[in-house]
């Protein structure tokens, strides 16, 4: 695939200039990206973000293969946008797995592919720094090429303050004791304006962002999201947006970006509509445009689901997630149109090719792991000289 834009001599001359800096890979400001939002065309920064998506990774687009463990759904917290956590009133309705049931989720992972655990869940108090740290090091001990990818700076805030250490010592013993990797939740909106709304008294943009700082001085990776489409504006996106370059500068630690739309069932903010896919596809094509820094920019495809993940890859997007196989409730409980998430292999290959682009399964750290462009399956000559082919 290519990307030539040819700009129309019509075009208002803020967006010609963004387009020229695109093009000649300088970084867009602020004012910038808040203007794209208010009044770029889809087509305009689809065509931005394609280039720049190629330019840095041709026809790539990875996924890998993982499984989910969520601990417990039950949770101190309130946010108003979370479907899934069942307040202490509501004990019954929940789940709290002991150490050793996740220890069996991950045996029953014995022989499979899987090079991922993604781990993250409610917050509460038996869940603490001695009882991650005892599960991680068990993972590691049963299964130690297993990368262990957990917990987010909510988690980590909550049990180093219940346990009176600092975040450096913390986050130096979840590294000692196993922890490979940090995925890139609880970031939702960092503006104050908007998280002292929506995130239930959970930890800070500030505190956020420091602790993925300190695991990076540490060597390690980890990812970050944002939570898009509900109360914010495009100034609150752009801020957030500007906080994580600006972290990102500073650290390069940070490997994915992942925009995760606002999903509205059995929610506390369920009065609001859902956004479009038009500015989900402008959200993605922006955030690929504007994190000039980050290699990565991934769909998850569960939020998303399976149609919306194809297009992404024409807006910015090179990374749809991984096989899940149908461990994570987060987003079928929030009325995602995934209410069993779960891809085999062959179904993620076949779902990027059918776009035109090239699948390869990474491990989280973004090694190959696979290159599928040659691969032949079966399905391959029950549909040979088909027009139409079915999403996956
Ligand atoms: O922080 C919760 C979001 C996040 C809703 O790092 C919701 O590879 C939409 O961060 N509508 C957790 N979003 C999931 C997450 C994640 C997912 C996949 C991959 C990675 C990665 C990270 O889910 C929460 C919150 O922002 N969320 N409720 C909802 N109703
Ligand atoms: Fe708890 Fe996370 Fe839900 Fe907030 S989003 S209530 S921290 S489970």
């Not at 029953?108 to 991680?136: C, M, R, W």
């Not at 998303?304 to 749809?320: C, K, P, T």
Request: aromatic fraction near 10%; include cysteine; glycine fraction near 6%.
């Amino acid at each position: 695939m290519s990307s030539i834009v040819t700009l129309d001599s019509n075009i208002d001359s803020v967006l010609r200039n963004i387009a020229e800096k695109v093009y000649a890979g300088t970084r867009i400001d602020n004012h910038d990206a808040e203007y794209l939002f208010n009044h770029a065309s889809l087509s305009f920064v689809g065509s931005l973000a394609n280039h720049i998506r190629e330019k840095k990774h041709g026809d790539n687009t990875y996924f890998n293969r993982n499984f989910h463990i969520e601990p417990t759904n039950i949770c101190l917290y309130t946010c108003s946008f979370c479907s899934y956590s069942r307040l202490i009133k509501k004990r019954s309705e929940g789940w709290e797995y002991t150490l050793e049931d996740i220890m069996d989720i991950v045996k029953s992972y014995d022989g499979k592919p899987v090079t991922e655990v993604h781990i993250v869940g409610g917050v509460l108090p038996q869940y603490d720094v001695t009882f991650y740290a005892n599960l991680f090091s068990e993972i590691k001990k049963h299964r130690p090429e297993l990368h262990v990818k957990a917990l987010t700076p909510v988690e980590y805030h909550y049990i180093f303050k219940k346990d009176k250490i600092s975040y450096e010592e913390g986050m130096l013993l979840m590294k000692n004791a196993g922890l490979d990797s940090m995925p890139g939740g609880g970031a939702e909106i960092f503006h104050p304006e908007i998280r002292d709304q929506i995130a239930g008294g959970k930890c800070s943009g500030e505190q956020w962002l420091r602790i993925h700082e300190i695991w990076h001085e540490l060597g390690g990776r980890s990812n970050a999201t944002m939570l898009y489409g509900h109360i914010e504006s495009y100034f609150h996106r752009v801020d957030h947006l500007d906080k994580l370059r600006q972290l990102q500068d500073k650290t390069g630690g940070f490997q994915t970006f992942i925009p995760l739309k606002f999903r509205n069932q059995d929610n506390q903010m369920s009065h609001l509509p859902e956004v479009s896919h038009v500015e989900d596809l402008k959200n993605y094509a922006i955030s690929r445009i504007y994190l000039d820094n980050f290699d990565h920019i991934k769909a998850y495809w569960p939020m998303i689901g399976r149609e919306m993940a194809q297009l992404s890859l024409s807006f910015g997007v090179d990374d749809i997630d991984g096989t899940i196989d149908d461990t994570t409730k987060i987003y079928s409980m929030a009325g995602s149109e995934e209410q069993n998430p779960a891809l085999s292999t062959e179904e993620l290959v076949q779902m990027i090719r059918r776009v035109g682009r090239k699948a390869i399964e990474r491990d989280t750290l973004y090694n190959v792991v696979q290159d599928y462009t040659d691969v032949v399956f079966e399905e391959d000559n029950l549909y040979k000289g088909y027009v139409s082919l079915p999403v996956v």
